[in-house]
T-cell receptor, first 109, second 113 residues
Framework: QKEVEQNSGPLSVPEGAIASLNCTYSDRVSQSFFWYRQYSGKSPELIMSIYSNGDKEDGRFTAQLNKASQYVSLLIRDSQPSDSATYLCAVRGDYKLSFGAGTTVTVRA | DGGITQSPKYLFRKEGQNVTLSCEQNLNHDAMYWYRQDPGQGLRLIYYSQIVNDFQKGDIAEGYSVSREKKESFPLTVTSAQKNPTAFYLC????????????FGPGTRLTVT
């Protein structure tokens, strides 16, 4: 079983819609969770961090964490063409950050 | 401007040659990391350093070496022992190792032929 799994995608959404990204993790003791956005050919950019159960909102982005179910999600509201990218879920374990393979999102105008 | 710099952006080498990738940060971060990314895959940890003059192997350290002589610098050497060195190499840093967010440099794309 992979340490961090993301919905495989690609995910195509119309402009203005909500994009929903999911991530599950295997290490029950994980305490820190991150979402990175990576444009094609570029390095990952941190867009959200979440440490406690519940929702955390930052602009059009909302991260949701449920430690009991071992999942973390990212919602992108009012999706824009500039949101087209690969989104990486990262989970902090004992000594390292483990990354999912990413979900590619395409926002169509 | 504070940030992480990596050089060069693109690097081409012949098989059998060692190559060193540069990573510098002026964020006053204690911890630094090297990752490798292959097409369609997540990031894999090569080495990390929590403090100057100390570093630990990550998941895929074979064929790589690092040094941490200065807080600001964490160079990665890809040796000829690395069987599949062609990849996108990413350096990251965080305030301290642990819960703190990691921030990435722009990356070095290495091609070995």
């Amino acid at each position: 079983q992979k340490e961090v799994e993301q919905n495989s995608g690609p995910l195509s959404v119309p402009e203005g819609a909500i994009a929903s990204l999911n991530c599950t993790y295997s290490d029950r003791v994980s305490q820190s969770f991150f979402w990175y956005r990576q444009y094609s050919g570029k390095s990952p950019e941190l867009i959200m961090s979440i440490y406690s159960n519940g929702d955390k909102e930052d602009g059009r982005f909302t991260a949701q964490l449920n430690k009991a179910s071992q999942y973390v999600s990212l919602l992108i509201r009012d999706s824009q063409p500039s949101d087209s990218a690969t989104y990486l879920c990262a989970v902090r374990g004992d000594y390292k950050l483990s990354f999912g393979a990413g979900t590619t999102v395409t926002v169509r105008a | 401007d504070g940030g992480i710099t990596q050089s060069p952006k693109y690097l081409f080498r012949k098989e059998g040659q060692n190559v060193t990738l540069s990573c510098e940060q002026n964020l006053n971060h204690d911890a630094m990391y090297w990752y490798r990314q292959d097409p369609g895959q997540g990031l894999r940890l090569i080495y990390y350093s929590q403090i100057v003059n100390d570093f630990q192997k990550g998941d895929i350290a074979e064929g790589y070496s690092v040094s941490r002589e200065k807080k600001e610098s964490f160079p990665l050497t890809v040796t000829s022992a690395q069987k599949n060195p062609t990849a996108f190499y990413l350096c990251a840093s965080s305030f301290r190792d642990g819960v703190y967010e990691q921030y990435f440099g722009p990356g070095t794309r290495l091609t070995v032929t």
